[in-house]
Nanobody, 122 residues
Framework: QERLVESGGGLVQAGGSLRLSCAAS????????IGWFRQAAGKEREFVAA????????GYTDSVKGRFAISRDNVKNTVYLQMNSLKPEDTANYYC???????????????WGQGTLVTVSS
């Protein structure tokens, strides 16, 4: 069974950058669409971005378009989320999961892990 582990979060000033990583331990990583979701304190979890198996198709929520970039390395079994021009409203716990598809309506297929916390100071 695929197990995904998030890393790369931290504290950054507004306008700064972070790169999150989602590392998979199973053998079937390249057969799944992978997505990033986030949950801010007191808010519902929301879709951020997703990438298809080959990396050809990508989807983003509107609030991160032009600032975030999702990519994957199927040799390293890792999906990345490069986050630039960070804003305080990006502060949240970020999770990766296998998803139903790569669009903004994608749903998670896995139980949520611990995630990685991103804090953007103003």
């Amino acid at each position: 069974q695929e197990r995904l582990v998030e890393s790369g979060g931290g504290l950054v000033q507004a306008g700064g950058s972070l790169r999150l990583s989602c590392a998979a331990s199973g053998r079937s990583f390249s057969t799944f669409t992978i997505g990033w979701f986030r949950q801010a304190a007191g808010k519902e979890r929301e879709f951020v971005a997703a990438i298809s198996r080959s990396g050809t198709n990508i989807g983003y929520t509107d609030s991160v378009k032009g600032r975030f970039a999702i990519s994957r390395d199927n040799v390293k079994n890792t999906v990345y989320l490069q986050m630039n021009s960070l804003k305080p409203e990006d502060t949240a716990n970020y999770y990766c999961t296998r998803t139903t598809d790569w669009t903004r309506s994608a749903r998670a297929l896995d139980a949520w892990g611990q995630g990685t916390l991103v804090t953007v100071s103003s």
